[in-house]
């Protein structure tokens, strides 16, 4: 089974340049998440989808983060425009609908904003 | 309340001996505990993961010890190899969705 896909797997900006990254979950998992990983910290939740319907988005900061799951497979996440403290790994995950469901990771996205 | 506090930062062990990493939470509605290991240029995998409706977990060398009353859990790595040295995160959620990480611990084995 193919896991979770990400591109690109590097990206270097200046800061208030825009930037999108892209995210293909496993086949058949209804549940995407976006992560923010600061280095020398654990993943933070930025977004949940649900299908193509967010859950929870309590932590993106709206002024300048978005995501969108169009159809409900794949999904992107916008930065724009970046600040210096953007920079980060920024990892989807995956997870079929049910109880005791495993979040897959994908490889992420480092972003470095210069 | 949303926090899981995991300690050590980082951890050095000899080849053959017992990793143990700690982590504590405070939100009692949290129904499900992994822990994930994550290697240099990859994302985070799931090692092993615990109900709180048990103690004890086991799976070959990799234990979770699991302390309700103290809102504590913690993963023991037996027989430490090489090839454990990674970044280990544990984690909790909720319905076993929203997932809120520790700061993670870097662990290295020495051979």
């Known amino acids: 089974e193919a896991g979770v896909a990400q591109s690109p797997r590097y990206k270097i900006i200046e800061k208030r340049q825009s930037v999108a990254f892209w995210c293909n979950p496993i086949?058949?998992?209804?549940?995407l998440y976006w992560y923010q990983q600061i280095l020398g910290q654990g993943p933070k939740l930025l977004i949940q989808?649900?299908?193509?319907?967010?859950?929870?988005d309590s932590q993106l900061p709206k002024d300048r983060f978005s995501a969108e799951r169009l159809k409900g497979v794949d999904s992107t996440l916008k930065i724009q425009p970046a600040k210096l403290e953007d920079s980060a790994v920024y990892l989807c995950?995956?997870?079929?609908?049910?109880?005791?469901?495993?979040?897959?990771f994908g490889p992420g996205t480092r972003l470095t904003v210069l | 309340q949303q926090q899981v506090k995991q300690s050590p930062q980082s951890l050095i062990v000899q080849k053959g001996g017992i990793s143990i990493i700690n982590c504590a939470y405070e939100?009692?509605?949290?129904?499900?505990f992994p822990w994930y290991q994550q290697f240099p240029g990859k994302g985070p995998a799931l090692l092993i993961a615990?109900?709180?409706?048990?103690s004890e977990k086991k799976e070959g060398r990799f234990t979770i010890s699991f302390n309700k009353s103290a809102k504590q859990f913690s993963l023991h790595i037996m027989d430490s190899q090489p090839g454990d040295s990674a970044t280990y995160f544990c984690?909790?959620?909720?319905?076993?969705?929203?997932?809120?990480f520790g700061q993670g611990t870097r662990l290295t084995i020495n051979p």
């Open positions: 995950a995956s997870s079929s609908t049910g109880p005791g469901n495993e979040q897959f």
């Open positions: 086949s058949g998992h209804a549940t």
């Open positions: 989808f649900q299908n193509n319907g967010v859950v929870d």
């Open positions: 939100n009692t509605a949290f129904d499900y």
């Open positions: 615990i109900r709180p409706d048990v």
């Open positions: 984690a909790a959620s909720w319905g076993a969705q929203k997932l809120v």
